[in-house]
């Protein structure tokens, strides 16, 4: 069986008719690789990434770091080793016009960022939400894209074929779907 994480572009999908968040993360030929939830009613609702729909097997754990946070950070813990992959952090003045998370490492060094693009951003947040585009950097350069597309059900997709070395672990360009759609209030 091929390693789940060693994809460079993966699709997510919203469940639609279900309570709360979920989600089917898919490679891209349509596959379902992962399955994604969001607790409810909690203060501090985590996002659970599991090896599949029937949530036998948890993979990964993205868990805010506190209740309010204008910066809010939210750590990626590999649930079977319990240690961090990295986190996200918003960067919460910027992001009043244009959302920017900083992506760091294990150690919590920052080593990228997703970036909202153009005027799409302005048009979102005061006009319509209909579409979501980051552009995703790595140590200074592009890598790849989020986007999000609304359809019966928003589509999102992560590519960082731009990161042929794989030096960004990609357990973080899985976790970055469910948590840009949560962290962008979707």
């Given at each position: 069986m091929?390693?789940k994480?060693?994809?460079?572009?993966?699709?997510?999908?919203?469940?639609?008719?279900?309570i709360?968040?979920?989600?089917?993360?898919k490679d891209?030929?349509?596959?379902n690789?992962?399955?994604?939830?969001?607790?409810?009613?909690?203060?501090?609702?985590?996002?659970?990434v599991y090896?599949?729909?029937s949530r036998?097997?948890?993979?990964?754990?993205?868990?805010?770091r506190n209740?309010?946070?204008?910066?809010?950070?939210?750590?990626?813990?590999d649930?079977?080793?319990?240690?961090?992959?990295?986190s996200?952090?918003?960067?919460?003045?910027?992001?009043?016009f244009?959302?920017?998370?900083?992506?760091?490492?294990?150690?919590?060094?920052?080593?990228?960022?997703?970036?909202?693009?153009?005027?799409?951003?302005?048009?979102?947040?005061?006009i319509?939400?209909?579409?979501?585009d980051?552009e995703?950097?790595l140590?200074?350069?592009?890598?790849?894209?989020?986007t999000?597309?609304?359809?019966i059900?928003?589509k999102?997709t992560?590519?960082?074929?731009?990161?042929g070395?794989?030096?960004?672990?990609r357990?973080l360009?899985?976790a970055m779907?469910?948590?840009?759609d949560a962290?962008?209030?979707r």
């Amino acid at each position: 069986m091929m390693d789940k994480f060693s994809a460079d572009r993966y699709i997510m999908e919203q469940k639609m008719l279900s309570i709360g968040k979920k989600y089917y993360i898919k490679d891209q030929h349509g596959n379902n690789l992962f399955f994604a939830r969001m607790e409810k009613f909690k203060l501090k609702p985590k996002i659970f990434v599991y090896n599949d729909d029937s949530r036998t097997e948890e993979i990964l754990a993205i868990a805010p770091r506190n209740i309010i946070d204008f910066n809010a950070t939210y750590d990626v813990i590999d649930s079977r080793t319990g240690e961090r992959v990295g986190s996200f952090r918003r960067d919460g003045v910027r992001s009043l016009f244009q959302n920017k998370w900083n992506i760091m490492d294990a150690n919590g060094n920052i080593i990228g960022s997703a970036q909202e693009t153009g005027i799409m951003a302005l048009v979102r947040r005061f006009i319509v939400n209909w579409k979501l585009d980051f552009e995703l950097y790595l140590n200074g350069r592009r890598i790849g894209s989020l986007t999000r597309r609304v359809s019966i059900g928003d589509k999102y997709t992560v590519d960082v074929s731009g990161d042929g070395e794989k030096i960004l672990d990609r357990r973080l360009a899985v976790a970055m779907l469910p948590l840009l759609d949560a962290g962008e209030d979707r």
